[in-house]
């Protein structure tokens, strides 16, 4: 089955009971049962939901993996799965992770004694370099938030097999139609679901997607025992969303393409990140390991005057956090996504003052860069 096809067909399409042309949303925390000595495979909701189940069986399916687990956001994805780490573990992670993955690993997991070395993922030696005798994994996002950094995942997964160590990918901004890193060899995928997945800026979720069984028993485990699992409505809203994915992947990237060549161009900006230009340093491996480059970049101002003035003024693309939804996304990295990153720490990792990262939606590209021009003025 091709990709778009599977976006409509992949999961469980139809409702056995009714023949309706899609999984209603089981509104329902508990499940009569029939017997003392075997209950059935439904019992509560925080362990399973039929809806939730939907999605996660969909998303299975287009990572290639064999199971996928579905979680109320994808910080819940994302701190659930570390949580099959233990006091004394130790992970390399890409140093521009997002905000919230850094967050978490930061000042909770360290105090849980799960340490983490930030490293640049754009260089294998590096994360090679930084592997202890008690690392257990490899976290990476790919290309990374907001610099659009590119990270080798054949490469990386390569060095965690010489290890005996796994590694899970940030998979957010590519989704599985552009790539699939459990193809590559990574071990877990982890999303937030509530960005192109979804993607109309309606629904929180998030999903940890896997090949191996047992690695899936044991983050399904954590899940029930949290209780972070996805809601039923959520689940709904998110099949639903699901399905037009290649659609809405393929206009936006359409868009974003012309949006990058017309500022390329304009005399006030001085860098633009995108994986789809030649001259990114990392467009030979991102073209080895997805199928495009996404509708997320991020471009430099000559000022923090004109920065401000482009945030503050633009009409179409909301000045906002987040990203990947029907409508185009602008946003200021330095006071959003990494506000809880050190000052020094982000100049450091080039998240500027003058940095600009817009995620690119449905409108008309035309429409779109006349208002950045009046913008930016
Ligand atoms: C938004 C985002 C997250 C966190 O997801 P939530 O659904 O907001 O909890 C994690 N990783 C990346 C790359 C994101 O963009």
Known sequence: MKRATQLIHGGPTVDLQTGALGVPIYQ???????????????????????????????????????????????????????????????????????????????????????????VDATDLTAIEAA????????????????????????????????HSIITLVDNTFMTPYLQRPLDLDCDIVLHSGTKFINGHSD???????????????????IQNAFGTGLGPQDSFLTLRGVKTLKVRMDQSQHNTLKIVEWLKQHPRVTAVHYPGLPEHPGYAIHNAQADGPGAVFSFELDSYEATKRLLE?????????????????????????????????????????????????????????????????
């Open 313 to 377: 003024n633009t009409h179409l693309a909301a000045f906002a956090v987040s990203l990947g939804g029907v409508e185009s996304i602008i946003s200021y990295p330095a006071k959003m996504s990494h506000a809880s990153v050190p000052k020094e720490e982000r100049e450091r990792k080039g998240i500027t003052d003058t940095l600009v990262r817009l995620s690119v939606g449905l409108e008309d590209p035309d429409d779109l860069i006349a208002d950045l021009q009046q913008a930016i003025g």
């Open 203 to 221: 629904v929180l979720c998030g999903f940890a997607v896997v090949k191996d069984k047992e690695l899936g028993q044991r983050i399904r485990y």
């Open 28 to 118: 329902i925390s508990t499940y009569r049962q029939t017997s003392v000595d075997h209950f059935s495979k439904y019992d509560y909701a925080r362990g399973d939901n039929p809806t939730r189940e939907a999605l996660e069986d969909t998303i299975a399916v287009l990572e290639n993996g064999t199971r996928c687990l579905a979680f109320a956001s994808g910080m819940a994805a994302i701190s659930t799965t570390l949580m099959i780490f233990s006091p004394g573990d130790h992970l390399v992670v890409c140093d521009d992770v997002y905000g919230g993955a850094y967050r978490v690993l930061s000042t909770i997991f360290s105090r849980m004694g799960i340490t983490s070395t930030f």
């Open 131 to 162: 592997i202890r005798p008690e690392t257990k994994g490899i976290y990476l996002e790919t290309p990374s938030n907001p610099l659009l950094k590119v990270t080798d995942l054949r490469g990386a997964a390569a060095i965690a097999r010489r």
